[in-house]
């Protein structure tokens, strides 16, 4: 299991150099390869592959099944505890995003927090905000 997890963070780094590097911005095979590569990494479970692919596809994604696909890679990688994700699924429950995400205050409320205790800058304010409402 760990050469598989490890195999999966490799794929993620050489992606995400790929995918911030100029040629992807130049080149479709760079950019379809720097996919894969998240994909492959993402399958694996690796948490920075399972929040950056899917991001990328729930936010970019061409189609509703990739927007969906998306959603549930940055689940888990909420579950593994990913500050962005968490944020991500918390405002998912909140508002009650896709079928799979039905409208739940009290989980979109434990996912932001546990986003803020972990310092994501978005769910901090967003508490600030609501502490100030009360």
Not at 4 to 33: D, E, N
Request: hydrophobic fraction near 40%; charge should be positive.
């Amino acid at each position: 299991m760990r050469g598989v997890r490890s195999a999966g963070r490799v794929a993620a780094w050489i992606a995400y150099r790929l995918f911030r590097g100029p040629l992807a911005r130049r080149s479709l095979q760079v950019h379809k390869l720097a996919m894969k590569l998240f994909r492959y990494g993402a399958e694996r479970g690796d948490r920075a592959a399972l929040t950056t692919y899917g991001s990328l596809l729930h936010f970019r994604g061409a189609d509703p099944a990739s927007r969906t696909q998306g959603a549930l890679y940055l689940q888990a990688a909420a579950e593994q505890g990913d500050p962005k994700a968490l944020w991500l699924v918390g405002n998912f429950y909140k508002e009650g995003l896709l079928p799979l995400f039905d409208r739940d205050h009290d989980k979109a409320q434990d996912y932001i927090h546990r986003a803020a205790r972990m310092g994501h800058p978005l769910a901090l304010s967003y508490l600030e905000r609501e502490s100030n409402e009360i």
